[in-house]
């Protein structure tokens, strides 16, 4: 950038969808940053879980939807998360880590902490790459 001048971004919205081999689950992440007057960010994880019957069917409403607020830790890996979207360690660890303790969470055997938690697992998962 020129001398003088100064980006921010002061708020992201970045959704980032992995579907189940058999089509029938969507796990979507909306990740979302913002910036106060301060220059503090935040950033949350929108978890939701759709489901259909068929593949033909559409996904329409969310089966679970979960907002995880993140540990400042995690912020540089949410960054770069939002830049370049999953890799396949974090999506495969949504197919298996958070499709479980989605289950498990349907099935009344865990609540949505835990699931939260196995959510933000996929941020920290990420290299710093």
């Known amino acids: 950038m020129p001398s ?4 921010k971004i002061l708020s992201l919205h970045v959704v980032v969808d992995v579907v189940s081999k058999d089509k ?13 007057a301060h220059n503090v960010e935040d ?3 929108h978890f939701k879980l759709f489901e259909r019957a068929s ?3 559409a996904f329409t409403e969310a089966a679970i939807d ?6 400042t830790k995690n912020f540089d890996k ?5 830049a370049k979207g999953f890799n396949q360690v974090q999506t495969e660890r949504t197919l298996v880590d958070v499709a479980t303790a ?11 902490v835990k699931l939260a938690k196995t959510v933000e697992r996929i941020i920290e998962s990420r290299e710093n790459t």
């Open 55 to 57: 593949r033909d069917d």
């Open 4 to 7: 003088g001048v100064d980006k």
């Open 66 to 71: 979960v907002d995880v607020a993140v540990k």
């Open 24 to 36: 029938l689950k969507k796990f979507s992440f909306g990740l979302d940053k913002t910036t106060d």
């Open 102 to 112: 989605a289950d498990r969470l349907k099935a009344g055997k865990a609540d949505e």
């Open 43 to 45: 950033w949350v994880i």
């Open 78 to 82: 949410m960054a770069i998360t939002a």
